[in-house]
């Protein structure tokens, strides 16, 4: 499986953004899916995580009220809605996917699958 994450650019401190992240190879409906992201000089953190049925979303406290995680298996795509964004928020934001939880995968070690990355930058 392959992962394409897009959307990414620079806007500024209040915007939105969404982000997408396709999947090419394999049905996205066999795989849970997290956002992560890495800040310069920074450990990659967890953002959100959807489960493989979509029924289930799970946030970091720093994405809580602001980011919103779905998918559609339709389109083989993952989705990152923010919106408020901050200028903490800038960082590379990586999608990942998990072929062998079917609930929420909320460490970056368990994802088996990564896309390159689409950098978010938040001016103030």
């Known amino acids: 499986v392959q992962l394409q994450a897009s959307g990414g650019g620079l806007v500024q401190d209040g915007d939105s953004l969404r982000l997408s992240c396709t999947v090419s190879?394999?049905?996205?409906?066999?795989?849970?899916f997290g956002w992560f992201r890495q800040a310069p000089g920074r450990e990659r953190e967890f953002v959100a995580a959807?489960?493989?049925?979509?029924?289930?979303?799970w946030y970091a406290d720093s994405a809580k009220g602001r980011f919103t995680i779905s998918r559609d298996n339709t389109k083989n795509a993952v989705y990152l809605q923010m919106s408020s964004l901050k200028p903490e928020d800038t960082a590379v934001y990586y999608c990942?996917?998990?072929?062998?939880?079917?609930?929420?995968?909320?460490?970056?070690?368990?994802?088996?699958?990564w896309g390159q990355g689409t950098l978010v930058t938040v001016s103030s």
């Open positions: 959807i489960s493989r049925s979509g029924s289930s979303t």
């Open positions: 190879g394999r049905p996205s409906s066999m795989y849970s």
């Open positions: 990942g996917a998990d072929p062998f939880e079917y609930g929420l995968v909320l460490a970056a070690t368990e994802y088996d699958y």
